[in-house]
């Protein structure tokens, strides 16, 4: 187990450290050398184990870039700030072009330092990023375009477990002409300590933090405005009734103006606050933000298990213990919803039966009862078989799955594409990570907004099949638009 070396308030790298980094350096412009192609060198220490949010909050301002993450699997966290490496891709090959190139540039990295071994998933330099929900993102949502994905320069990675542990890792792209030492001198100083973070609170400790409500009063817009929203449901019953699809699921906007600016990092504290089991995400890229709180993940890959998530079939939450069970029972016997979240189980099963010699899932779903809502939901997890797949190739094969577009597939999502009218951008797009390896965690970026400055663009869909009702719908996406509205002082 590496203790950490670092005095709290002492230089983050010592002369020792400093010079271990410049033997990477000088390593990896060596081989770019040899091999004439840009080579990814990475280096690492332990750090005093610290809460990722105050890792975040101490770091993200130093690049235009950053990433927060916090896993709903098993805690685990990673801060990615500024990008070494970017890799984007456009159209529908977008996510299997960013797979070659990220297998391409890890096969000859340069590792050194003193990694933490103990962490559970992620060792190594991780590729962070996301994918939109459907390629072809607009101008308005161009800084989270069809692909981008990164090697950050600056990569904190946490685990709860076994022991505490936090990993620093510095990670640089050398070219054969570049002067080594002047890197390693550009990464320690990247690395070097802001003033110390603002306390922060674990979900489960002390009080939560102070609510903010932006003044002057924010003005709110509906796109397309609830009427319109609830009769495109309509058309959209009357297309299933005509057999064109089963299931579609639309989402829509809520575009608010505050006339100051949103705190982001109050914006995450209270996400993180409100929804302790949720997957916490926090994009930042060129003064934009993408950041949610999402209960559903798409895949994750550890050693040979892989999981994934069916969630779909929503009730409300009741105000007391009684009519909380009769919303549960209604959410357990509905046929409608049960065949809604029966069509995305049936999609993960077949998706992962591809590469997995051992698909498993419970025969009914449980209820996951959230805050604001209930889900219905079903893990399903698979053993990969004896070809190797990395969790990338898991991501292309899912996304998106009828939880967030419809079944069967092609009709759902060309109808979508035809009459949504709206940009989704990386609302139900994805988000996560990915190691040398092919493993990593992505989750659907639901419960999630877009933000820049005081305006704001709040997401929420609903799944449409025979016998939806558009007032019951709308007041679904309502009751999924509330953490997000909480979160960002608005409500
Ligand atoms: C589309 C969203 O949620 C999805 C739709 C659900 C449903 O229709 O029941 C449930 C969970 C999610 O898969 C959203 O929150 O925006």
Not at 55 to 74: F, K, V
Not at 158 to 165: F, H, K, R, V
Not at 209 to 230: D, I, M, Y
Not at 435 to 462: P, Q, T
């Amino acid at each position: 187990m590496p203790t950490p070396t670092t005095a709290p308030g002492g230089p983050l790298l010592g002369p020792t450290s400093r010079e271990a980094l410049r033997a990477v350096c000088r390593r990896a412009v060596e081989i770019a050398r040899q091999r004439r192609r840009p080579v990814l060198a990475s280096w690492a220490t332990p750090l005093p184990h610290t809460d990722a949010v105050a890792l975040w909050r101490r770091w993200r301002d130093r690049a235009d870039r950053s990433l927060l993450w916090e896993s709903a699997w098993d805690r685990g966290s990673l801060v990615a700030v500024g990008a070494a490496h970017v890799l984007t891709g456009r159209g529908t090959g977008r996510i299997a072009s960013v797979r070659d190139s990220w297998q391409l540039l890890i096969q000859d990295a340069v590792a050194g330092g003193r990694p933490v071994v103990t962490l559970p998933t992620g060792q190594g330099p991780l590729l962070v990023g996301g994918f939109s929900f459907a390629p072809g993102a607009t101008a308005r949502t161009a800084p989270f375009p069809d692909a981008l994905m990164w090697v950050p320069t600056l990569q904190l990675r946490s685990s709860p477990a076994p022991a505490p542990t936090t990993e620093l890792r510095l990670n640089a792209v050398v070219h054969p002409g570049d002067a080594p030492d002047q890197i390693a001198a550009f990464l320690a100083q990247l690395a070097e300590h802001h003033p110390p973070a603002p306390p922060t609170h674990r979900p489960s400790e002390g009080p939560p933090p102070p609510r903010r409500t932006p003044a002057p009063p924010a003005t709110r817009h509906e796109l397309p405005s609830a009427g319109a929203w609830q009769d495109l449901i309509r058309r959209a019953v009357h297309r299933i009734g005509e057999g064109a699809f089963e299931k579609v699921v639309l989402a829509r906007e809520l575009r608010i103006v505050a006339g100051t600016p949103f705190d982001i990092p109050a914006a995450v504290e209270r996400l993180r606050h409100t929804y302790p089991d949720a997957t916490l995400f926090a994009v930042e890229n060129s003064g934009h933000t993408f950041l949610g709180a999402t209960p559903e993940y798409l895949v994750r890959l550890s050693g040979r298990t892989v999981q994934t998530l069916g969630l779909a079939g929503t009730a409300p939450r009741g105000a007391t213990p009684e009519d909380d069970a009769a919303f549960e029972r209604e959410l357990t016997d509905s046929a409608k919803l049960r065949h809604e979240h029966d069509v995305v189980v049936h999609t993960l099963r077949d998706a992962l039966r591809t590469s997995c010699s051992r698909v498993t899932a419970p025969p009914s779903p449980t209820v996951l009862k959230l805050p604001n809502v209930q889900h219905l939901s079903t893990a399903v997890d698979g053993h990969l078989g004896e070809r190797d797949a990395g969790i990338l190739e898991f991501v292309e094969r899912l996304h998106p799955t009828p939880a967030l577009g419809g079944h069967p597939k092609a009709p759902s999502l060309d109808w979508l594409s035809r009459h949504e009218g709206l940009d989704r951008g990386w609302y139900a797009g994805v988000v996560g990570w990915t190691d040398a390896a092919g493993r990593g965690e992505f989750a659907v970026a639901i419960r999630s907004a877009l933000v820049r400055a005081d305006m704001a663009s709040l997401y929420a869909g609903c799944g449409i099949v025979a016998g939806s009702e558009p007032a019951a719908e709308y007041a679904e996406s309502c009751a999924k638009l509330r953490p997000m509205l909480h979160a960002l002082g608005v409500e």
